[in-house]
């Protein structure tokens, strides 16, 4: 019984194919996994609003100014899971006014935030490298590594929880 040659390296052509595809998909995962708040960003920078025109009481479209663009991964992240526009805008207007440099904490003038319950202990959870409860940054703190700077840090980055 004759068999092709060709026929049988396909099979591993194939399969290196399908594991290098698969290995790249878990680089392109890990190295682009905050690329959707580039795009919103994108999409948050350009504001349409509605300018009444006098005289002819015609209304038309108009771009809104704004003052700066936030590139600041851990601010823009923050500014995404802002709940109301009137934070997002503070927040927006607090960071410009610091040319950019995200201090390490910001003054918070937020409905339903509580300064009294900044760092206030809430309980104690299971977490493990393999299975995380509190899922989004990592921070690896090897050099200050207080709860203050931890939770600060959580704080800049839009998170109501920190732990270690």
């Known amino acids: 019984m004759l068999t092709c040659p ?5 099979y591993r052509y194939l399969v290196l194919t399908v594991l290098l595809l698969f290995f790249l998909n878990l680089v392109l995962i890990t190295h682009v996994a ?7 960003q994108l999409f948050e920078e350009v504001k349409w ?3 009444r025109q006098t005289g002819g009481g015609a209304v038309r479209n108009a771009r809104a100014s704004y003052d700066c663009v936030v590139n600041d991964s851990l601010a823009l992240s923050a500014l995404s ?4 526009e009137s934070c ?10 610091l040319d950019h440099a995200t201090p390490d904490t910001l003054p918070n003038t937020c409905p339903r935030y509580v300064e009294s319950q900044r760092g206030v202990y809430v309980g104690c959870f299971t977490d493990m490298k ?7 940054h990592l921070y690896r703190l090897k050099q200050i590594n207080s709860p203050q700077y931890c939770i600060n840090l959580c704080l800049r980055a839009g998170y109501i929880y920190a732990g270690k």
């Not at 899971?81 to 109301?84: A, E, V």
């Not at 393999?130 to 989004?136: C, E, H, M, Q, W």
């Open 130 to 136: 393999s299975a995380r409860v509190l899922t989004g």
């Open 34 to 40: 905050d690329l959707h708040l580039y795009v919103q």
């Open 81 to 84: 899971r802002m709940r109301t």
């Open 6 to 10: 060709l026929l049988r390296p396909t």
């Open 88 to 97: 997002r805008q503070e927040a927006r207007r607090l960071i410009c006014a």
């Open 49 to 51: 609003n509605s300018v």
